[in-house]
């Protein structure tokens, strides 16, 4: 598999648990106030960043489709990078995040990336993303937010986007990430045995 399409990825903890249960309440319960508890930990990931990535980037969300948005009635991501700027605002003042959630656009619904395989999910998510603006992206650091990484099909797909459009560098923050079966030392790794993206994590005993 060619090389991820952004610099790194970041997670706060493993999508298991009581992590995987918040997440549940927020995405799919819209129990709104989770987001309240969940965007500090995204802040403690993104975090790790600091000092590495820029000091200037465009924040974006992974967005949903207008459709699965009618439906759920709000993006959890963008939820999420919202209460994680507010939090990274006092711990980290001089960084200048800047929140873009309109920045990326879903072309059409994509199943549900649950139960498909890499391969699946790679192929479910190719082509299902554009940028709205180029010129609001060309030659811009970017951090794309979103709540879990799995096989980083969905981050690849979305920072292959933002990097057609003339993003200067894509990096990756989400709450949680999935473990792989087979994955050395809680690495992630994609369908064909190899590392998908580098992505490391702290918060584990969530």
């Known amino acids: 598999m060619a090389p991820p399409p952004f610099v790194r990825a970041v997670a706060y903890g493993l999508y298991e ?23 500090p930990m995204l802040a403690q990931a993104i975090a790790k960043l600091a000092g590495e990535a820029p000091a ?3 924040v974006v969300p992974v967005p949903l489709h207008r459709s699965k948005y009618a439906q759920r009635g709000f993006n959890q991501a963008r939820a999420l990078a919202e209460e994680a700027l507010r939090e990274l605002r ?8 800047k929140l873009a959630p309109s920045t990326l656009l ?11 395989t890499p391969r699946q999910r790679r192929l479910n998510v190719r082509g ?6 180029a010129g609001r992206v060309t030659a811009k650091h970017v951090l794309l937010v979103d709540d879990i990484l799995t096989t980083g099909a969905t981050a690849r797909a979305a920072a292959q986007a933002l990097a057609r459009a ?8 989400t709450l949680a990430r999935a473990q792989r079966h087979g994955a050395p030392n809680g690495e992630q790794m994609d369908g064909d045995g190899e590392s998908a993206i580098g992505a490391d994590f702290d918060g584990s005993n969530f």
Do not use: C
């Open 90 to 97: 006092k711990t980290h003042p001089s960084w200048q995040l």
């Open 166 to 173: 003339g993003a200067a560098s894509v990096w990756v923050a």
């Open 17 to 39: 648990g009581g992590m995987r249960e918040a997440i549940h309440a927020l995405k799919y319960n819209r129990l709104h106030p989770a987001a309240r508890i969940l965007g």
């Open 128 to 133: 299902a993303f554009s940028v709205a603006d």
């Open 106 to 116: 879903r072309l059409r619904p994509t199943d549900s990336q649950a139960g498909l």
């Open 56 to 58: 200037e980037m465009l």
